[in-house]
């Protein structure tokens, strides 16, 4: 009997360094993150199969298209490289059943890897840097560029390993009815930060102000705040929440708005052009 075939770790290596560094390779709307995996798989088919007719044949199987979060999605990479391991050791698997499990996990490692890494654990990384970058300390973007690059680093390459050693059982907690709790959870907290976030660095303040004589007037941000103390904040808040989310407009054409918005209120005296917000 022959020995079984096994990647060795130099090739899974390749495979996962040329994934985190390249799965954007060659993007565009109709292929996504297709040539990144690619030319991940590339080495492990390489060092599997002997004959070219067969590597061309195999390495086919990845032009599919394919589009998930890097980061957690890095899990499905690691799983098809063991699923294609068993497939040079003879076990039955097409190119169907490959590309049917990569499609059906690339949507909810997606959905997981949006919440869990866009979400929630950037903007807390975000949060902590801003708060390092208080005076112009260089600090803040050094700490967010040096522990974002090792969490992202060392992160992929345990969800790669995973997928690897652990197959389809790797991501069944991730994807399974169970995970509901879990994505829950997630979105919560990250909602929590968020709204940390937004009462901790934003600050909209108006200067428009009424002189009904000599001895009386009105000054708007006095009452505002008399009455719903930070209400301009939340309002904008507010606004750019329900015209992403209700309204589908794009980050680009909300922060757009926000620039008609802010240079139409100076124009108009609602905002002092004096104050930084």
């Not at 967010?144 to 690897?164: C, P, T």
């Not at 009105?218 to 507010?238: A, C, E, G, R, Y």
Request: with cysteine; hydrophobic share 50%; glycine share 10%.
């Amino acid at each position: 009997m022959a020995d079984l075939k096994k990647v060795s770790a130099g090739a899974r290596k390749s495979a996962f360094l040329r994934w985190i560094y390249g799965n954007l390779t060659c993007f565009s709307q109709e292929h996504m993150q297709t040539f990144g995996y690619l030319a991940a798989m590339l080495p492990i088919v390489d060092e599997l199969y002997d004959n070219d007719e067969d590597k061309v044949k195999y390495l086919s199987t990845y032009r599919t298209f394919f589009n998930t979060e890097p980061q957690i999605g890095t899990m499905v990479v690691g799983l098809t490289v063991g699923l294609e391991e068993a497939r040079a050791n003879g076990e039955p698997l097409d190119d169907d059943t490959i590309n049917g499990i990569r499609a059906g996990l690339m949507g909810p490692l997606a959905g997981l890897g949006d919440s869990i890494i866009v979400g929630t654990f950037i903007p807390i990384l975000l949060g902590i840097a801003l708060g390092l970058s208080t005076g112009g300390s260089v600090l803040g973007p050094l700490f967010y560029i040096i522990v974002w690059n090792l969490a992202m680093y060392f992160g992929m390459k345990f969800a790669f390993d995973q997928g690897y050693e652990l197959g389809g059982s790797a991501v069944e907690a991730l994807v399974g009815p169970q995970s509901a709790a879990l994505r829950d959870s997630i979105v919560m907290v990250g909602t929590m930060v968020i709204g940390a976030v937004a009462a901790t660095w934003i600050n909209i303040t108006t200067a428009l102000s009424f002189q009904f004589s000599a001895d009386s007037g009105l000054v708007l941000q006095d009452t505002l705040d008399s009455i719903f103390p930070k209400f301009l904040n939340i309002f904008f808040v507010w606004l750019c929440w329900y015209l992403m989310t209700k309204r589908k407009m794009s980050p680009t054409v909300v922060m757009g708005l926000l620039v008609v918005v802010a240079l139409v209120g100076v124009l108009l005296g609602f905002f002092d052009p004096g104050l930084s917000y």
